[in-house]
């Protein structure tokens, strides 16, 4: 019955960090894995969390399964987190969250909520987007297609582009945007660019559909809700998938959120059991213990300011190689200007290296990153930044890039 199965292509991401596992280079540096990483290299667990766990495992005395939905005082708190405490969608009972297991849960859960219910929308997502996108959609039997974000030119937005692109949408379709933090690029649209970009998505009637990965990681918890802001106006819809993954440094806990904003209370009731009909023909309920983490950390206002203090330590550390990075390769090379680097947010940014140039790095330097030039900021210290920008700037010259 299986014979016929032929292997399938590794995941372009996941199996460079199985290759750099096995590089024997003592001086090797992984840029690839989306993981925030500390100035020793290593991916840490925040004190807040370890705190909340403490906690936890001295008072937990059941194993039981959680609702469909997930625990609800985690669903509260995300919403809270998001919206803020007033906000008239959450007071006026038109959203409805559900735990999921991370923040591609979320998504898949939406994709298949959409598929159910809107069989002949077409999700678009930017150019470039996380390559996970598109196959995720793709596997709930949606259409999926491009619209234009990035300017290579400039490493910023495209807004001309952009703009352009959604009045070409047909109205019903579905709109997947980055909330903050844009995964591959870094680039994110400014708050003027993102009242623009709810205005054009409204006037086409299309559906927004927020990932909301790196809340916290670009400028801060309130900064980063400024797309949440502009698109989640009185009486529209809209969908959110959330992610604890890094915020709380939760990644192998799978933590995350979808919630749905609908036109009504009597609507987001209908729709939370579509929702929880969908996941319970998925994997029926989400596992306990980080959700758990989370609601424990929001609830206490102590733990939480350490949460936030701790976030805030992971941000500025990733701003600070932004940063280095800049200055060092302009020492460097000083031909070419890296100062977007500096500019864009999060841990990822694409870096303008070259299929051929991120090849040589990985081959003559141990250096391991995406060929499409992306990297992660967070896997640059101030121990590797040196040799790292001599790499770039090597290949950079031998190629004549």
């Known amino acids: 019955?299986?014979?016929?199965?032929?292997?399938?292509?590794?995941?372009?991401?996941?199996?460079?960090?199985?290759?750099?596992?096995?590089?024997?280079?003592?001086?090797?540096?992984?840029?690839?894995?989306?993981?925030?990483?500390?100035?020793?290299?290593?991916?840490?667990?925040?004190?807040?969390?370890?705190?909340?766990?403490?906690?936890?495992?001295?008072?937990?005395?059941?194993?039981?399964?959680?609702?469909?939905?997930?625990?609800?005082?985690?669903?509260?708190?995300?919403?809270?987190?998001?919206?803020?405490?007033?906000?008239?969608?959450?007071?006026?009972?038109?959203?409805?969250?559900?735990?999921?297991?991370?923040?591609?849960?979320?998504?898949?859960?939406?994709?298949?909520?959409?598929?159910?219910?809107?069989?002949?929308?077409?999700?678009?997502?930017?150019?470039?987007?996380?390559?996970?996108?598109?196959?995720?959609?793709?596997?709930?039997?949606?259409?999926?297609?491009?619209?234009?974000?990035?300017?290579?030119?400039?490493?910023?937005?495209?807004?001309?582009?952009?703009?352009?692109?959604?009045?070409?949408?047909?109205?019903?379709?579905?709109?997947?945007?980055?909330?903050c933090c844009h995964n591959p690029t870094g680039a994110d649209p400014t708050a003027e660019q993102w009242k623009q970009i709810a205005d054009a998505v409204y006037a086409r009637g299309i559906l927004p559909l927020l990932d909301f990965a790196y809340l916290g990681f670009g400028d801060g918890l309130q900064p980063d809700g400024v797309a949440l802001r502009e698109l989640a106006r009185p009486g529209v819809e809209m969908l959110i998938a959330s992610s604890y993954s890094k915020n709380f440094g939760l990644y192998n806990e799978r933590v995350g959120a979808l919630t749905v904003v609908t036109k009504s209370a009597e609507a987001a009731t209908k729709v939370a059991s579509q929702v929880k009909s969908t996941i319970r023909t998925n994997y029926s309920n989400p596992p306990s213990h980080g959700g758990a983490i989370v609601r424990e950390i929001l609830a206490d206002a102590a733990l939480r300011t350490q949460w936030e203090n701790e976030l805030a330590e992971m941000r500025n550390r990733i701003n600070g190689m932004r940063k280095l990075f800049t200055e060092t390769m302009a020492k460097k090379l000083p031909s070419r200007d890296f100062k977007f680097i500096e500019k864009q947010r999060g841990m990822f940014s694409y870096t303008g290296l070259t299929a051929q140039q991120v090849d040589l790095l990985k081959e003559k330097f141990g250096i391991y990153a995406v060929r499409d030039g992306r990297i992660n900021v967070a896997g640059i210290t101030t121990s590797n930044c040196e040799p790292l920008c001599d790499a770039i700037a090597a290949v950079i010259k031998e190629t004549g890039g």
């Not at 372009?12 to 100035?39: C, H, M, Q, R, T």
């Not at 370890?50 to 509260?76: H, N, T, V, W």
């Open 1 to 179: 019955m299986f014979e016929h199965i032929q292997a399938a292509p590794p995941d372009a991401i996941l199996g460079l960090s199985e290759a750099f596992n096995k590089d024997s280079n003592p001086k090797k540096v992984n840029l690839s894995v989306g993981v925030f990483k500390d100035e020793s290299g290593k991916t840490p667990i925040p004190e807040a969390v370890k705190e909340a766990e403490r906690r936890l495992l001295e008072r937990e005395k059941s194993k039981s399964y959680l609702p469909i939905d997930g625990l609800a005082e985690f669903c509260q708190f995300t919403e809270q987190l998001l919206f803020g405490g007033q906000h008239e969608a959450v007071t006026g009972k038109r959203t409805h969250t559900a735990q999921t297991p991370g923040g591609t849960g979320a998504l898949r859960v939406a994709a298949d909520f959409i598929h159910s219910h809107m069989p002949n929308a077409t999700v678009w997502v930017s150019a470039p987007t996380w390559p996970n996108h598109p196959k995720i959609f793709q596997s709930a039997g949606l259409k999926t297609k491009e619209y234009a974000y990035f300017d290579a030119a400039s490493h910023g937005v495209d807004i001309k582009g952009l703009l352009a692109a959604i009045n070409q949408i047909p109205a019903g379709d579905v709109i997947c945007l980055h909330a």
